[in-house]
């Protein structure tokens, strides 16, 4: 099941700010400590364009600095890196990031697979278009899916939905 409440964490409080006047969402940041070892993982979005090295390079250099600080002696590890083509979606939050991006949705309620392209979300429910469900021939213009029947969501990508220049 998909969590709630990731804009809550402390770190995510602390440097979503940050990384939103570089112009970067925040889409994940997850802390493992393991005895003197700190891995931090955070993931990131450009506003205006597809992010690249050169933004993951700029958090990296924001980061690295203030937590080391806060860290002392201990060792920290830190990763900066995109959503990728295929992210498992964690947080419903996340939906509302990804408008207009593919996703697949497994639906307890269908118990099928469910292919399509987020047009809206709200605080109970994600509006798709373009929608294919797992062996189904045909599409369906529209759907809206409730929060609570996704039982597992990631992004989805189709060379189908994109011109690619041809």
């Not at 990731?6 to 112009?23: D, H, R, S, V």
């Not at 600095?65 to 590890?77: A, K, V």
């Not at 939906?95 to 709200?122: H, M, N």
């Not at 109970?124 to 929060?147: P, S, T």
């Amino acid at each position: 099941m998909l969590k709630t409440g990731i804009e809550k964490t402390a770190l995510f409080m602390e440097y979503a700010p940050l990384l939103n006047q570089m112009g970067i969402i925040l889409v994940d940041i997850n802390r493992v400590d393991r005895g003197r070892d700190v891995n931090v993982t955070v993931i990131i979005m450009a506003k205006e364009e597809d992010v690249n090295v050169d933004h993951c390079a700029k958090v990296y250099r924001l980061i690295y600095p203030r937590m080391e600080l806060t860290l002392g002696e201990r060792d920290l590890q830190l990763e900066v890196s995109t959503p990728g083509l295929q992210r498992t979606i964690k947080d419903f939050y996340e939906f509302t990031l990804f408008k207009g991006k593919r996703v697949r949705i497994y639906d307890t309620e269908k118990q099928a697979w469910i292919s399509g392209i987020i047009e809206e979300c709200s605080d109970a429910k994600v509006h798709l278009i373009d929608v294919f469900i797992e062996d189904e021939k045909d599409m369906i213009q529209a759907m809206d899916v409730e929060f609570a029947l996704i039982q597992k969501a990631k992004l989805d990508y189709r060379w189908e939905d994109n011109s690619h220049g041809n």
